[in-house]
């Protein structure tokens, strides 16, 4: 709907057909302002037999049951909300379209109280004067944060809620710069930071309402986080005279949306390093098979040969000897198959996380014994050395095996045809610092490279031949342990992992 000369035009939904929608309805029906044009363009109720609905659809006004269908709707100003339902409130909040303010139920009595002062002034000294007193109204009725400003950024009106919330008093407020009262500065937010995006300064440039979310010092050292959206009073000519910024506190629902995302972020992690594990326990299983079949195919040797010798009669001394013999090789070797699936079983196993006191050097003890075979297979030589006491740190011992392992594989993919590969432990104890070093003597990594290289899903390696996740969920779990970590390589003269980790106090 095209805009009035010299009037302010309001497009307006409804959310909640009941019988205050009615109301609302029926006065702008019956009742108009000199100043201002308010249309309301939809309305909005889950019930759709509710009378305000009922009454808005007699009326060509849009109606629907889905409150996303009003966000559809252009040229929307506002959502006057009449539910008096929180969850509601909330919702509108989160969901509306950027620019799009949100009103909530005592509206309807702020629209009586306008329409019964335009109805008293006619002329147009008086109806100059109602503007006045509407913007007044308007301003110093509504529970949220609002102050008017001319074009220079000076602060003409404010409401009690704005004075309490940047604690300075009417008079030092009124006729001061909003830069200066808000943050502080001296010169407006678009030029001080530039980052942060003044919505003053995109109304003023384009004549339209904006909307962006500020950081606010307040007194005692804390910040809050305001929504804020900026409205344009123009006059005959379509010039902004004036321009309304309505704040509103959203830190606390901030730290709400936050809290809700961290858990997401952890869960999807959790989930990351577990599939991490899988893909790391195949590589496993495939060098193990090897490992496991030798032993296998001795101790069938043996019990053949065991086997012959009883089929041929009762064991002699000398045959007695020889089982002596077999008997004590046969246990090393099913011990060591043992060994083997147990540590594979105990690596596949999916467990919660939980931090406890462990020891560094025991976690890479297991690690190795897990790929020692992989190693040999491809001709890498291992120089392992721990420090000589215990490196006791508080942490998840299935998390750091997949770290450490992960460094493994990325250190032995990249020796395709052997090397060396050297992983030390040291104890900085000017620093309470636990130290590995895991370096590798292959192929290296570019150094315009070595910035994205925890970086999830960036990869060096030739498609299909890795995900790009398993640097990135070191990083991760370093991190998430309180601990750092940093990489020093060349091309073709080897990488290294210095990871470091905060040795825990004796309890």
């Avoid at 629907?64 to 252009?74: E, R, W």
């Avoid at 100003?77 to 379209?97: G, M, Q, S, W």
């Avoid at 008293?120 to 913007?135: E, F, G, M, V």
């Avoid at 001394?317 to 540590?343: A, D, Q, V």
């Amino acid at each position: 709907m095209e805009q009035s000369p010299g009037k302010l035009t309001l497009n307006l939904a409804i959310v909640g057909g009941g019988r205050g929608c009615k109301v609302i309805l029926s006065l702008l029906e019956k009742s108009s302002l000199d100043f201002l044009d308010i249309n309301i363009v939809g309305v909005c109720d889950i019930n759709p037999r509710a009378k305000g609905l009922l009454y808005a659809k007699s009326k060509g006004i849009f109606t629907t049951t889905n409150l996303k269908d009003l966000f559809k709707i252009k040229n929307l100003h506002a959502l006057i909300e009449l539910t008096n339902d929180r969850k509601v409130f909330h919702d509108l909040i989160c969901l509306k379209p950027e620019g799009v303010g949100v009103l909530d139920r005592n509206i309807g009595r702020l629209l009586a109280g306008l329409f019964n002062i335009d109805q008293k002034l006619k002329s147009a000294a008086n109806q100059l004067a109602s503007a006045r007193a509407a913007t007044d109204f308007l301003i110093h009725q509504a529970n949220e944060r609002i102050v008017v400003l001319n074009p220079d950024f000076t602060i003409v009106e404010a409401n009690e809620p704005y004075l309490a919330a940047v604690q300075k008093p009417r008079e030092e407020v009124i006729g001061a710069h909003c830069y200066e009262i808000t943050h502080e500065l001296t010169a407006p937010c678009s030029v001080s930071h530039p980052e942060q995006g003044c919505p003053m300064m995109d109304t003023l440039r384009t004549g339209n309402s904006a909307h962006v979310i500020h950081e606010h010092p307040v007194k005692g050292g804390q910040t809050i986080y305001c929504d804020m959206v900026t409205y344009p009073l123009k006059d005959q000519k379509g010039e902004i005279i004036q321009v309304i910024e309505v704040w509103r506190d959203i830190t606390d629902e901030l730290a709400t949306r936050w809290e809700r995302r961290l858990r997401a972020v952890k869960a999807d992690m959790k989930k990351l390093i577990q599939e991490d594990r899988l893909m790391s326990l195949g590589k496993l299983v495939a060098s193990s098979v090897h490992e496991i079949n030798n032993p296998i195919q001795g101790l069938l040797t043996f019990s053949k040969l065991m086997e012959e010798m009883l089929e041929e009669g009762d064991p002699g001394p000398e045959e007695l000897n020889k089982f002596r013999e077999f008997l004590p090789i046969m246990s090393r070797e099913l011990e060591r198959c043992g060994n083997i699936i147990s540590g594979l079983l105990s690596f596949s196993r999916q467990s919660t996380r939980k931090f406890r006191r462990l020891d560094l050097n025991q976690v890479l003890r297991e690690v190795i014994t897990l790929t020692r075979h992989k190693m040999e297979l491809q001709e890498i030589q291992l120089y392992l050395n721990l420090h000589t006491t215990p490196l006791i740190v508080q942490g998840d011992v299935n998390q750091l095996q997949q770290c450490f392992l992960n460094l493994a594989f990325n250190a032995m993919e990249a020796m395709p045809d052997g090397g060396k590969l050297s992983i030390t432990t040291q104890w900085d104890k000017s620093e309470e610092l636990a130290e590995v070093t895991v370096e590798d003597t292959g192929c290296g990594i570019r150094e315009e490279d070595l910035d994205h290289i925890f970086d999830p899903f960036f990869t060096t390696k030739e498609e299909g031949e890795g995900t790009g996740l398993g640097l990135s969920i070191v990083h991760g779990i370093v991190r998430s342990h309180g601990g750092k970590i940093r990489i020093e390589s060349r091309v073709g003269a080897g990488t290294k992992f210095i990871l470091n980790f905060p040795i825990s106090p004796n309890p």
